[in-house]
Structure formats: C-alpha cells, structure tokens
C-alpha cells in the first residue's frame, strides 16, 4: 500500500531554523510538475506554517530532488541564505550522499567504482550510461559495496561523486543489475506500490548556518526485503 506524505504524518528526520529535512515516501513528488499532483514542497509548507502559526506564505526552498518512485533523504531550506549556501556545498559536491539499492543479479565485483558517460533523453525520461563519451553526455561517476546477500537479491551501497539524472538507475542497469521494481531500466516486473527498491539512506554535511557537521539517516521503508538489510 502507498502513503503519500500528509502535513499529519510527514517523516521529518532534521528541523531547525534554517532546514528541514524529510524522510520521502514512494511516490512523493518533490516538486510540482505538470501531473498536477500536490508535490512535497508543498506538504512541508503546510506542516510549517501550521506548527509555527505562520500567517501568509511560507518560504521554502527546494535545494535537490529525489525520483518519484524513490525514498529517503529530502532536504529543504527555510531561509533564503541557506538556499543559497546549500545550494553551493551541492554544486560543489561538498556533501556525502549514501544511498541503498536492491538488485536481482549480482555484480561482478563485491565493490568496485563505475565510471559512464550519461546521455539524457528527454523524450521518454531516461539515461543511457556509455562506456565512452558520446555527443551531449555527461560524466558520471558512483563506487558501490555488496552489503548484503538475500535469498533472491543483493543490497549494495552507493556512494555518488557526481548527481546526474537517473544516475544510480542507468549506471546499475549497465552493468546488468537493474534496481528491484524499476522497469525503466530493465527489471522485469514492478513493485505493487509503484516504487523502485532505491532508498537515499545518508547525508552528511557542514550546516550551511551553524557550520556544525550535520550526519542524517533515513530508517528504510516498512517492507520485507528492506527490514531483513
């Protein structure tokens, strides 16, 4: 069963002055886009401005997104300086984004790094990862580790050190080892709530105010495979 975020049951993993950060639900959006559906933005908006009273509109900026039907690690800044520097330690990839993944078949390696080049179409919504640079591609880069072996699957652990779009979904598919439930890039069937086995499980940063180092984890999503990681 799907549970889209509410303003009532919104997992917020981190809140203070200047962020809040959000544990993201299969098939939360985290921004508006032409489905028309009511986007995470949005929902945070409304658990704020009724927690703290706030009459008018309430500032929220969306410093980076995560695909629909992923989970975990949403942030947004509720001040415009810390959009702003935010936004900078991500461009600047000053930040340490860990991410879960489950996969059907298993890697060739226990751990190794993936280098690819990213070739966006915008037409369908995908990325094809190419072994060498082709027109319009862009570098992408991931390591990951094989944390567990289950009885049909594998969990393995990412570490991104470049943010392309549908960057661990195209990289993983190309070495044949599409993610649990996404039929975009290979799997065979999907999962019943729509979602991909893909979950933003870390993030670690300076607090762009505070400058204190910032650790967050999001718990995993209520399902069999993922409780027995």
Known sequence: MKIISTKNNLQVLHEDNHLIVVNKRVGDLVQGDKTGDKPLSEVVKEYLKEKYNKPGEVFLGIVHRLDRPTTGIVVF????????????????????????AVVKNKPEKPQAQLVHYLKRNEKNNTSKAHSKEVPDSKLASLDYTIIKELT??????????????????????AINCPIKGDLKYGFDRSNPDGGIHLHARKLVFVHPVSKEPLSITAPVPDDVIWKAI
């Open 77 to 100: 800044a509720r001040t415009s300086k810390a959009l702003t520097r935010m936004n900078e330690l991500f461009s600047n990839r000053e930040t340490k984004k860990t991410y879960w």
């Open 152 to 173: 049909n699957y594998f969990a393995l652990e990412i570490n991104l050190h470049t943010g392309r779009h549908h960057q661990i979904r195209a990289q993983l598919a």
